[in-house]
């Protein structure tokens, strides 16, 4: 059996499970991909007749369950085999994670996750691909293509694979177009090109660099969604001039030039915009809001973009403020802050765009002494390198705990751990890269 069908096999198991329930509580991580996900799942089970609550989580380390018959991991689950194993419920989990050992369960557990069908869950499908295939099996569900690729972008996927099915069904549907042009957020072009953090350009604060490419491009500072195609071109020609100069990583290049994705059946057509919006209310803890704005909620995108507006510019003033503060180990980079609104997106924009060439290792320092991490490295290095991998021991060697991807991976440990925890990343990717 190919993969593909195999991994629709298991997603028919999960639909038969759900048959024999009224009610299921639905967990899902508070990243755009992780919402983007639960989402699906509660339309499709809301038009397949079945209530549910739902409640969005960072991870599941001081999980408690609720004393359901039957839970829905979104986007979470499968790094979490011992915690798993202790829930006395039916569970489906809907994920993309690497799974970090056998899962014994009480109950009866369907586990779909591509990487138990030989699947690579890192780029060709991420959870809300997953709980559209779910989704698919549940009922006539096609229209939610749209929300599936919106959560694969978050994650930066690549629209190969599953995706690219995925991506072709939403078109067939409706729901989807992939039109010529530049993946940048909507707004005028100025603002855009300075808000923007996928791509990044680094030209927030540098307004002067930013009139001069613009006055060098001869394009009218107008709306992004109304240039040309012509316009579009000779922009994608700029932008990636100022990012070989910036020495951004070459995957980039085809994530974001030449195409963009329009969303057409939700709030916001343009998928880059969506993507943030979702991405900087689930970094707040806004998940009801981009939870609702997926559903259409109108007053939620006000809210929305408002909080969109403040996560960005929080986030571009402290990629300004903390390059400087980024040292050099033997085989990684490393950042360490105190208190800093946002880990995540740092070590993404830094290492995709100002220095891929080592994995990059940030850490938060919270005010309780918990230090929240998040490592970073491109699809190149990541051939000889997981990062997953790499968390997972060094977070054990500290007594803490951490996974992910092998691309984008994350931990939590304490303050006093953070110089032991360091070293032994470092020397792991030594070892890996040699
Ligand atoms: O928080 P951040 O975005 O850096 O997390 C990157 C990836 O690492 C996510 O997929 C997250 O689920 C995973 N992670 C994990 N265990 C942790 C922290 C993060 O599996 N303790």
């Known amino acids: 059996m190919s993969s593909g069908l195999a991994i629709r096999d298991t997603a028919k198991k999960a ?13 899902a991580h508070y990243d755009a991909d992780g919402i983007a996900g639960g989402a699906i799942v509660a339309k499709a089970l809301l038009r397949a007749g079945k209530d549910f609550q739902i409640s969005f989580l960072k991870g599941l380390n001081d999980f408690e369950p609720e004393n359901d018959e039957l839970l829905i991991f979104v986007d979470m689950g499968s790094g979490y085999s011992e915690k798993i194993s202790s829930i006395n419920s039916d569970v489906i989990i809907l994920d993309h994670h690497k799974p970090d050992g056998e899962i014994k369960p009480k109950k009866t557990l369907v586990h779909v996750n591509p990487h138990l069908f030989g699947i690579d869950g890192t780029y060709e499908i991420s959870a809300s691909g ?44 409706k729901c989807l177009e992939v039109r010529p042009g530049i993946s940048l957020p909507s707004g005028k072009l100025s603002k855009s090109l300075s808000m923007s953090l996928e791509p990044y350009l680094d030209f927030y604060g540098k307004e002067e660099e930013l009139k001069e490419f613009l006055r060098k491009l001869g394009i009218e500072d107008k709306e992004v969604d109304d240039l040309s195609l012509r316009e579009m071109q000779r922009l994608g020609d700029a932008i990636t001039l100022r990012l070989l100069k910036l020495g951004a990583y070459e995957g980039v290049f085809e994530q974001i030039i030449g195409k963009r994705i329009v969303v057409k059946n939700l709030l916001v057509k343009n998928s880059s915009s969506l993507v943030d919006i979702i991405n900087s209310c689930g970094r707040i803890g806004a998940t009801s809001t981009a939870f609702s704005i997926l559903l259409g909620d109108e007053k939620a995108l006000r809210e929305g ?21 980024v040292k050099e180990g033997f085989c990684i980079r490393y950042l360490v802050m105190d208190d800093a609104p946002s880990t995540s997106p740092i070590a993404t924009v830094f290492s995709r765009y100002l220095m891929p060439d080592k994995p990059l290792v940030v850490l938060n320092i919270k005010k309780d002494g918990e230090v ?13 390198l997981d990062l997953a991998e790499v968390m997972r021991l060094s977070a054990i060697r500290v007594k803490g705990v951490g996974g992910g991807h092998r691309v984008a991976a994350g931990a939590n440990i304490k303050r006093e751990n953070i110089e032991e925890f360091l070293k032994e990343v470092d020397r792991i990717c030594c070892a890996m890269l040699a």
């Open 15 to 27: 639909v038969s499970l759900i048959s024999k329930h009224k009610f299921a509580r639905i967990y």
């Open 130 to 173: 997953v709980a559209y295939i779910f989704a698919r099996e549940l009922g006539d569900n096609k229209d939610l293509a749209s929300i599936a690729i919106l959560g694969a972008i978050g994650d930066k996927q690549k629209l190969v694979g599953l995706n690219k099915e995925i991506l072709i069904e939403g078109i067939e549907a």
């Open 305 to 325: 973009v408002e909080i969109e507006e403040k996560f960005k510019r929080e986030i571009l003033e402290e990629l300004l403020k903390r390059r400087r503060d």
């Open 372 to 384: 929240k991490v998040s490592a970073r490295t491109t699809e190149k290095l990541a051939r000889r």
